[in-house]
């Protein structure tokens, strides 16, 4: 029970009068957690995690079928194609950040679902240009020009779609994590 401001007494968030602490995970002082937008943002965050081990692109010229799944992550950053184990490949990365938005959205941090959701895009969006360059450029002597003709939609497989739906989806929905709590009218007699 809590005192009001006249004495009267009303009974804390939990619905409990019994003088018992409980961990309450869906609230928090200014903020609830929406339960549905969480589910929903955890799915994404799985599926984020999934598509990094499927095939992404299909063959085409001298470009194999291939995903995310051996390609150097350290490689990668300097924009360099390279051949990785699993533990060193931007796979790897995209499951991590993948678990980063199932444990936010089941935890209610904005902050962590959004730098995840947005980490695995733009590690995504490296990997497709740098598939792009690697295997459809080699010969051209300004070797930054990349033209996105070189990577038709019809190549990409699932992989690429749950990857980057998810982790969309994810982004935009993190932003309705979480709803003000309601507070009481202090107004009413």
């Known amino acids: 029970m809590i005192q009001g401001k006249r004495g009267e007494t009303r009974q804390a ?3 409990k009068a019994d003088g018992i602490m409980t961990l ?3 609230s928090s002082a200014r903020t609830r957690i929406r ?3 969480a589910a929903f943002t955890a799915v994404c965050g799985a599926a984020t995690a999934i598509g990094s081990l499927l095939t992404w692109v299909s063959a085409r010229g001298a470009r194999p079928e291939m995903g995310m799944l051996h390609t150097s992550l350290a490689r990668m950053l300097v924009y360099a194609f390279a051949v ?3 533990w060193s490949s931007v796979a790897f990365a995209v499951i991590i950040l993948g678990v980063a938005m199932v444990a936010g959205a089941l935890a209610g941090v904005r902050t ?4 995840a959701g947005l980490l695995a895009l733009a590690a995504s969006g490296m990997w497709s240009g740098l598939i792009v360059h690697h295997f459809n450029t080699p010969g051209l002597p300004n070797s930054h020009y990349l033209n996105p003709a070189d990577l ?3 190549d990409l497989r699932v992989g690429a779609w ?3 739906t998810g982790a969309a989806l994810g ?3 993190a932003f309705w994590l979480r709803r003000a709590a309601r507070q009481p009218d202090s107004r009413k007699a």
């Open 84 to 86: 990785g184990s699993f």
């Open 152 to 154: 038709p939609w019809a």
């Open 13 to 15: 968030a939990t619905g």
């Open 112 to 115: 962590l679902t959004v730098l």
């Open 24 to 26: 309450e995970l869906f």
């Open 162 to 164: 749950l990857t980057l």
């Open 35 to 37: 339960p549905q937008v």
């Open 171 to 173: 982004l935009v929905s």
